[in-house]
């Protein structure tokens, strides 16, 4: 039996899991590092949906890049 949320199943291998196209070369989080983009939102909230569930605690919010670059996610509520 597989698990399934939103639409993802979670069998897949973190290869097949939605990854960052490239880092922005405008927007950087909290650490100072470039922030990944996203080529899509749903690839961005698969991202974040995966995330969330592995690091338990963790609640990722997906915003588009002021820059429009794409899609970033955020720890922040209402960035977007």
């Known amino acids: 039996m597989s698990i399934k ?7 897949c291998s973190i290869t097949e899991m939605p990854q960052a196209t490239e880092k ?7 650490d100072g590092k470039a922030k990944d983009v996203y080529k899509s939102e749903s690839d ?9 569930r592995t690091r338990h ?13 794409g899609f970033h996610l955020t720890k922040k509520i209402g960035r977007g």
């Open 57 to 69: 605690g963790t609640r990722l919010y997906v915003y588009r890049c002021p820059f429009g670059n």
């Open 24 to 30: 922005c070369l405008h927007c950087c989080g909290s």
């Open 5 to 11: 949320y939103h639409n993802f199943d979670w069998r």
């Open 44 to 52: 961005a909230r698969q991202r974040a949906q995966y995330i969330e």
